[in-house]
């Protein structure tokens, strides 16, 4: 299964709503871009 990249709410609801269908766990992971610049220590 390739993992697509989405860039509204919209999207990826309609994405995990697919996966779901199909019985898959779903599950986000923040990339490091993701965090406020001072946790980067």
Known sequence: MS??????VAELRT???GWR???ASVAV???MG???WR???
Do not use: D, K
């Open 3 to 8: 993992v697509p990249i989405v860039r509204t």
């Open 15 to 17: 994405v995990i709503a």
């Open 21 to 23: 269908r199909s019985g």
């Open 29 to 31: 992971v923040p990339t």
């Open 34 to 36: 993701a965090l406020p």
């Open 39 to 41: 946790n980067h220590a």
